[in-house]
């Protein structure tokens, strides 16, 4: 296949060039001909972007990733035909038997890949190792002391877990980070009633992302500037966010994206089941979530994960924030893959993955480029 008269974004710039894909690869880019019996797609002039990579994502499309190996499946179906190339699901609190069986589905999907679907990358554990006071839509009485055991016990024979969340001022928790650390595991605060000195000393253990920045955690205060303020301070630490103008105030946004910039920003969709979906009733975690204008909530009114898919989360960015596209990008493609180590994502050029994603003008996703 051949995609003609793009504007590709490569190398942190946009460029008008031609780019082919021959099994799931981008093989050539310049301008370029079709040999005979070659697909060649005009897009007249749209934007052409790496194929997105969402690392904080529970559910899409009447899918939840904590129902097992079918519905991670039919995530991965449905997030490519949003521009999302990987993905990595993303469990919640819930019984050990329970993640158990999330983590075994999660896990089979990694190794036996959709044909027609977003790869998945890993696991990202969201739970147990929380605070309760902080647990926003988690399950409170799911909650465990984090400690290396525990979460031995819960993954057993499973080795896909890519990212955890963990609240770093939780006793046991520096010890966790460090275990995970020296396995390439990355860890991140969050759902945490950390002070400053908790997350930077979390990031002396190897810490190095902040979930959801200024959500399930302490506030930014001049005078103890509490998660999102040592996460946006430390140059260890990139933070991930929700841009879908709910979690987050617009100001905030480009607040965060000025502060952290292009390498320091992940966006992230965090999304539940009703993501792709119109509003109305839907689960999370076996709660029942609210979704009106859509925000999910639980019936208490807490947040409860978002309906945003991560090219919404682009424009909104450039869009409500007021950022540049070239700082945008990869907050969405090269840095959440930069971050876990998926290196072949999240980049337009030789060798890596052939998902794209087409947006026009005024970054309205149009679709995925992609051949299997």
Same mark, same amino acid.
């Given at each position: ?113 959709? !044909?027609? *679907? ?6 990202? #554990? +969201? /739970?147990?190792? =929380? ?130 910039? !292009?390498? *320091? ?6 999304? #539940? +089941? /009703?993501?792709? =979906? ?95």
């Amino acid at each position: 296949m051949i995609i003609k008269n793009g504007i590709a974004f490569i190398d942190g710039a946009f460029h008008n060039l031609d780019i082919r894909i021959q099994n799931g690869r981008i093989t050539e880019t310049g301008m370029l001909e079709p040999v005979p019996g070659e697909v060649c797609e005009d897009i007249l002039g749209h934007y052409l972007l790496p194929g997105f990579v969402d690392i904080h994502i529970h559910a899409f499309g009447g899918a939840d990733c904590m129902r097992g190996e079918a519905d991670v499946r039919k995530m991965s179906r449905e997030l490519l035909k949003t521009g999302v190339a990987a993905f990595a699901p993303t469990t919640m609190s819930a019984w050990p038997e329970d993640t158990y069986h999330a983590l075994a589905g999660i896990d089979s999907v990694r190794k036996m890949p959709e !044909a027609n *679907g977003a790869a998945v990358l890993g696991a990202h #554990m +969201e /739970a147990p190792f =929380l605070a309760p006071k902080f647990k926003g839509a988690q399950l409170g009485e799911c909650l465990q002391a984090p400690s290396v055991l525990a979460y031995e016990a819960i993954i057993r024979d499973i080795d896909c877990v890519r990212l955890m969340t963990i609240a770093p001022e939780l006793e046991g928790a520096l010890d966790v980070i460090r275990y995970l650390h020296e396995r390439g595991i990355v860890t991140c605060a969050a759902h945490s009633g950390a002070k400053a000195a908790d997350v930077h000393a979390a990031a002396d253990a190897g810490l190095t992302q902040i979930t959801h920045l200024f959500n399930a955690q302490t506030p930014l205060h001049h005078r103890e500037p509490g998660v999102p303020g040592a996460g946006l301070a430390d140059d260890r630490i990139a933070v991930q966010i929700i841009a879908d103008g709910i979690h987050v105030h617009p100001d905030v946004l480009r607040i965060t994206g000025l502060c952290k910039g !292009a390498t *320091g920003t992940i966006l992230i969709s965090d999304s #539940m +089941e /009703a993501a792709g =979906l119109p509003d109305g009733e839907y689960k999370l975690g076996g709660q029942k979530v609210i979704v009106a204008d859509g925000a999910a909530r639980l019936e208490n009114g807490v947040l409860a994960g978002s309906t945003l898919k991560l090219h919404d989360a682009v424009r909104n960015m450039i869009h409500l924030a007021g950022l540049k596209p070239e700082t945008v990008i990869p907050m969405a493609t090269s840095t959440p893959a930069d971050s876990i180590g998926a290196v072949e994502y999240g980049r337009i050029g030789i060798g890596n993955c052939g998902i794209l994603a087409e947006m026009d003008s005024e970054w309205n996703f149009v679709k995925a480029v992609y051949e299997k």
